[in-house]
Nanobody, 127 residues
Framework: VQLQASGGGLVQSGGSLTLSCTASGFNLEYYSTGWFRQAPGKEREAISC????????YYGDSVKGRFTISRDKAKNTVYLQMNSLKPDDTAVYFCATLPLSLVDSGCSDQDNFYSFWGQGTQVTVSS
């Protein structure tokens, strides 16, 4: 059972990257999934979330209008499309799932609500 975040890298300011969060051993379709990031010396920050039914999404103020979260059920993957990247977006990005619920549990920006975390992927934006 594993969550794997990938797609990070080095990009110039103004560029784009797409991060992937792929689940193995379980069906990610049934879980609300969030993206977080943590820069050196800073607290972990909630970036985005998509609810299990895809009906609800959340974006942090710092990324609203630039990042888009989506889900591909066939690939068991949640994506984070990041556009207009800035040096302040430089961080390690993590994906995580809220606990399984019989009904759509919606989204949360509270990292302590997320029960299962993948390893991070580094995003570096040069100026």
């Amino acid at each position: 059972v594993q969550l794997q975040a990938s797609g990070g890298g080095l990009v110039q300011s103004g560029g784009s990257l797409t991060l992937s969060c792929t689940a193995s051993g379980f069906n990610l379709e049934y879980y609300s999934t969030g993206w977080f990031r943590q820069a050196p010396g800073k607290e972990r920050e909630a970036i985005s979330c998509i609810s299990s039914s895809d009906a609800d999404t959340y974006y942090g103020d710092s990324v609203k209008g630039r990042f888009t979260i989506s889900r591909d059920k066939a690939k068991n993957t949640v994506y984070l499309q990041m556009n207009s990247l800035k040096p302040d977006d430089t961080a390690v990005y993590f994906c995580a799932t809220l606990p399984l619920s019989l009904v759509d549990s919606g989204c949360s920006d509270q990292d302590n609500f997320y029960s299962f975390w993948g390893q991070g992927t580094q995003v570096t934006v040069s100026s």
